[in-house]
């Protein structure tokens, strides 16, 4: 009888975690099916809206930057390398004929987003749509990696997000229009020793998107948690994960995650893992315990 709570709240966790997935292959054929209509619905493309992304100057955010702009957003790019970011604004400026303003900032120092805030305010820049993607990880044993940097991380990749968000909310609220992509990892689902500080920040973005996206649920809001698997960035040489052959063999292109990104966005998807072999990992690793799963990453993580 000791046995039966606990096996029966594990099968209940399973039927759920199948349920999730089906459901999630349901409303993703239907997204698709309407996503012609839905793009050339959206607010973008008949009301002027100007959408901020963090992490702009590469990667996954340079994509996403192209997407916003290309489906008729003005943006805001936001990082620290000004020559990267200004690059960009030129190539978007030529090629969507959107307007990009570059905005230099260090997200690690707590002062940096109140400061972008105030020059988004002197510029009379009003952000309907908020892309926090700006993030980056550091393999190997929490007691011996930095504790700058991986305090740093949790600057980026959480404290940042979550006061951008903050700040810029009440007025997409006011217009009743925008929303918030956040950027996750597929780390979110399982704890990660050997890069523990990286899967706890993503495992909050992921908790913290879900609970805003329920409690906008009254809105018109868009609010979607992109949740990437190993993608071919500069992440991977950064963090020191691009050496591991389980990162090299499965890595998307910056581009393929970008665009499932930006129109589960546009769709209001909940979560979008994009690629099925990170879908298939998330879906298992919900099947097995969380000492398993642990137990699995640590190994495969071990340096
Ligand atoms: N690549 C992957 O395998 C992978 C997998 C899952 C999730 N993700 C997530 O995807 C997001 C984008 O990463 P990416 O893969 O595109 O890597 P990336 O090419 O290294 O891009 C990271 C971006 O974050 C910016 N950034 C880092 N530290 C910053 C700081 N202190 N202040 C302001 N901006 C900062 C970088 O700009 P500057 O250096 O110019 O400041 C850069 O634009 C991250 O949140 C990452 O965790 C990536």
């Known amino acids: 009888m000791r046995g039966f709570f606990p096996l029966t709240s594990r099968f209940v966790t399973h039927c759920l975690a199948c349920g999730r997935l089906i459901m999630s292959f349901l409303v993703k054929a239907r997204s698709r099916a309407f996503s012609f209509r839905r793009l050339n619905g959206h607010p973008s493309m008949t009301q002027h809206n100007t959408a901020l992304i963090t992490g702009a100057s590469s990667g996954i955010g340079r994509e996403l930057a192209i997407h916003f702009a290309n489906g008729g957003n003005d943006v805001v790019l936001v990082a620290r390398s000004e020559d990267k970011l200004r690059e960009l604004a030129t190539e978007i400026e030529s090629q969507s004929g959107r307007s990009a303003t570059v905005i230099t ?118 609010v979607t948690c992109l949740e990437p698997g190993p993608t071919e960035t500069g992440f991977g040489e950064d963090s020191g994960m691009g050496k591991l052959d389980i990162f090299s063999s499965t890595a998307m292109t910056a581009k393929a995650v970008a665009f499932a990104g930006y129109e589960g966005y546009l769709n209001n998807e909940d979560v979008v893992i994009p690629g099925w072999k990170n879908r298939l990992m998330v879906t298992s690793a919900g099947f097995l315990p969380r000492f398993a799963t642990r137990k699995l990453v640590g190994k495969m993580q071990s340096a």
Request: proline share 2%.
């Open 105 to 222: 900032s260090d997200l690690s120092r707590i002062e940096s987003v109140d400061q972008l805030c105030n020059e988004l305010t002197q510029r009379s820049i009003t952000i309907n749509t908020l892309v926090n993607n700006a993030g980056f990880g550091a393999l190997g044993k929490f007691s011996e990696l930095s504790a700058d940097r991986q305090t740093d991380m949790v600057m980026v990749n959480v404290v940042a997000l979550t006061r951008l968000t903050r700040q810029l909310l009440p007025s997409m609220l006011q217009q009743n229009r925008g929303g918030i992509l956040n950027v996750g990892s597929i780390a979110a689902y399982q704890a990660g020793p050997n890069m523990a500080v990286y899967y706890a920040t993503k495992a909050y973005v992921l908790s913290f998107t879900e609970a805003l996206r329920e409690e906008l649920s009254g809105t018109k809001l868009h």
